[in-house]
Nanobody
Framework: QVQLVESGGGLVQAGGSLRLSCAASGSIFSINAMGWYRQAPGKQRELVAGISGSGRTNYADSVKGRFTISRNNAKNTVYLQMNSLKPEDTAVYYC??????????????WGSGTQVTVSA
């Protein structure tokens, strides 16, 4: 089994910053792509940022220039640095990963989410 645990969410004023972390643990042989998603009330879950195993990144247009995704492969952890936050960034943020377990099974676990609230 593989678990993802997010942390770092909270309440911040518009223009502020937060740094989210997501640590993977369990039967991990390797991790390929990792990503951050978010879901606001009444809306579908959307991709915020992704990072490949080689470090290539992609971002939603709405966060380009404000958010930065990074990873520490030694710690099986992915980060999301969020700057210049806006009220519309308010959502539950989830991480996801493409993991190969020690039994050579591909799994795609989700974390339970961390709430980010940006006040105007």
């Amino acid at each position: 089994q593989v678990q993802l645990v997010e942390s770092g969410g909270g309440l911040v004023q518009a223009g502020g910053s937060l740094r989210l972390s997501c640590a993977a643990s369990g039967s991990i042989f390797s991790i390929n792509a990792m990503g951050w998603y978010r879901q606001a009330p009444g809306k579908q879950r959307e991709l915020v940022a992704g990072i490949s195993g080689s470090g290539r990144t992609n971002y939603a247009d709405s966060v380009k220039g404000r958010f930065t995704i990074s990873r520490n492969n030694a710690k099986n952890t992915v980060y999301l640095q969020m700057n210049s936050l806006k009220p519309e960034d308010t959502a539950v943020y989830y991480c996801n990963a493409d993991v190969v377990t020690y039994s050579y099974t591909a799994v795609h676990p989700w974390g339970s989410g961390t709430q980010v609230t940006v006040s105007a």
